[in-house]
C-alpha cells in the first residue's frame, strides 16, 4: 500500500510503474522483500520509512539506493 499512495503523491501515471503484492521471492527470513525490475535490483529488509528513499531514488533517478544494501539478500 506505501508503494501506491507514493506513487500517487508523485503523480507517477498508471501503467508507468506496477506494484504486485507476492508470497515469499525466496529470502523470507530477510523480511519484506522489493524487487525492481528491469534492472533487478532486490531490496530486503524493507521498511515503509524505505519506500519514499526507493520511489525517489531508484524509480525516479535510476540508481539504486546504496545505503539500502540492495541486492544484500543473495550475498
Given at each position: ?9 508523485r ?9 504486485s ?6 529470502p523470507c ?12 535490483t ?5 521498511t ?5 528513499t ?22
Amino acid at each position: 500500500m506505501a508503494f501506491n499512495m507514493g506513487l500517487m503523491q508523485r503523480a507517477v501515471p498508471p501503467g508507468q510503474v506496477l506494484v504486485s503484492a507476492t508470497g515469499c521471492l525466496g529470502p523470507c527470513e530477510q523480511g519484506p522483500t522489493v524487487v525492481v525490475y528491469p534492472d533487478n535490483t532486490w531490496y530486503s529488509k524493507v521498511t515503509e520509512a524505505d519506500v519514499a528513499t526507493i520511489l525517489d531514488e531508484h524509480i525516479a533517478k535510476g540508481a539504486p539506493v546504496e545505503k539500502l544494501n540492495p541486492d544484500a539478500a543473495w550475498r
